[in-house]
């Protein structure tokens, strides 16, 4: 349960995130951060101080809330690596991917050089969600995660590595939600609306790496915008190990739980050239989100399935 609590969170923050992504995309602004030394420090300095005081905040109300009644307990460690077929881990890696982005390029724009964005944006995921992980390993029944802080590590070093070797992101990590058959059968276990479903039902989530098809087939020509998507998620699963039988007192139907693994078709919105300052400020609030088209799924329950429309 702490994990739905945490990605109540990490909602709050990356919608932050986008909004400051929309911020960043505006020419405008940006020529200001760049042509002032002295507005860009000040700039800087805000941004840190309200980031730090946001996250504070954030932090402890997540501690009266969700760690008020829990017991204080020497700091321990808990393996749940298998929990709910990995896909919790690949939003842990979004997080952590979407912080780090974020606060790459927003220290960009302020004038950072590369090696400072890089550092001190870069390294923003796996700033932000480290206490949290700390925090699960000193209260009873939940623990230190080694995979969640792995995870944390893969998202914010997607951004770092990309960067270093390749001094631009081709790689796009992204986020599709769909109401699952699953949440129908729940009797509200994976959420009772649409809000906390997305957060509850990890049978609807997928996690997609997005990449441009001319940077693999450059001889094809097609337009840099163009992108191919390869997505993981996983279904048939009414809980983290195993799935419960009840509910409140009604009998959850048992699944066989399966993993999924999807290849789509995907648009790179950073790429599309517009004049309209609103259509930009859109655009660059869909950087991370994977929107519906035609896919090909295979799952371990060895089907193989074509979706005119997959979310």
């Excluded at 919790?88 to 997080?95: E, I, S």
């Excluded at 809000?195 to 001319?214: A, C, E, M, Q, R």
């Excluded at 609103?278 to 371990?300: C, D, H, Q």
Aim: aromatic share 16%.
């Amino acid at each position: 349960m702490v994990n739905i609590i945490i990605k109540y969170f990490n909602y709050l923050v990356i919608c932050s995130c986008l909004c400051c992504q929309s911020l960043f995309s505006n020419p405008d602004i940006n020529q200001d951060f760049r042509d002032s030394s002295q507005f860009n420090s000040k700039t800087l300095y805000t941004a840190i101080v309200l980031t730090g005081a946001y996250y504070a905040t954030s932090m402890y109300v997540l501690s009266k809330t969700w760690f008020k009644d829990k017991e204080l307990v020497p700091f321990h460690i808990r393996n749940d690596n298998s929990g709910y077929m990995q896909v919790d881990k690949f939003g842990h890696m979004f997080g952590a991917y979407v912080y780090s982005y974020v606060g790459y390029h927003g220290l960009k724009k302020m004038g950072l050089t590369d090696s400072e964005a890089l550092l001190y944006g870069g390294t923003l995921g796996f700033v932000m969600q480290t206490p949290i992980e700390i925090m699960d390993g000193i209260h009873k029944d939940h623990g230190f995660s080694w995979g969640d802080i792995l995870a944390n590590s893969i998202g914010s070093g997607l951004v770092l590595g990309q960067q270093l070797i390749f001094e631009e992101q081709i790689i796009k990590y992204k986020f599709s939600y769909w109401q699952s058959k699953y949440s129908k059968m729940s009797n509200g276990y994976l959420g009772t609306n649409t809000f906390n479903k997305i957060f509850k039902d990890y049978n609807g989530h997928t996690y997609w790496l997005s990449v441009p098809i001319s940077k693999i087939f450059s001889e094809i020509g097609t337009p840099e915008w163009v992108n191919v998507a390869l997505g993981y998620g996983a279904g048939g699963m009414f809980g983290e190990q195993y799935n419960i039988t009840e509910y409140n007192g009604v009998e959850i139907p048992q699944t066989e739980r399966f993993r999924r693994f999807v290849i789509s078709l995907d648009i790179d919105w950073a790429k599309i050239q517009t004049d309209s300052q609103l259509l930009k400020t859109i655009l660059a609030g869909l950087t991370f989100i994977k929107l519906p088209f035609p896919a090909i799924e295979y799952n371990t329950m060895n089907e193989l399935r074509f979706h005119w429309i997959f979310y």
